[in-house]
């Protein structure tokens, strides 16, 4: 399985933008399809964007359509996530994930194997 790690995470005022990446390890992460995904405090973890290993425009939660923006660099091994226009209802522990090799995105984290540690977002009002 593809290991994972996200970085980018901070602490930052509503209306702010934030990176997040998640860098692959041991295996190419063009061949998987990337999922990112959060996790509020007493919430369960709900999707966020995804994107298929072919590439192609990726799948968003309507909640971050236009504001946030996924993307992979296969240079960099790395896939991003571009968080603009934040609002304390973002605040999450976001984690990136992959899935099989040769299947599908899905917004299903059941379907994820791999997962990164996570990394904390918090928005202040």
């Known amino acids: 399985q593809v290991q994972l790690v996200e970085s980018g995470g901070g602490l930052v005022q509503a209306g702010a933008s934030l990176r997040l990446s998640c860098t692959a390890s041991?295996?190419?992460?063009?061949?998987?399809?990337v999922g990112w995904f959060r996790q509020a405090p007493g919430k369960g973890r709900e999707f966020v964007a995804a994107?298929?290993?072919?590439?192609?425009?990726?799948y968003y939660k309507d909640s971050v359509k236009g504001r946030f923006t996924m993307s992979r660099d296969n240079v960099k091994n790395t896939v991003y996530l571009q968080m603009n226009r934040l609002r304390p209802e973002d605040s999450a522990v976001y984690y990136c994930?992959?899935?099989?090799?040769?299947?599908?995105?899905?917004?299903?984290?059941?379907?994820?194997?791999?997962w990164g540690p996570g990394t904390q977002v918090t928005v202040s009002s």
């Open positions: 994107m298929s290993s072919s590439g192609g425009s990726p």
């Open positions: 041991g295996r190419t992460i063009s061949n998987y399809p």
């Open positions: 994930a992959g899935r099989r090799k040769g299947s599908a995105w899905s917004r299903d984290y059941a379907d994820f194997g791999s």
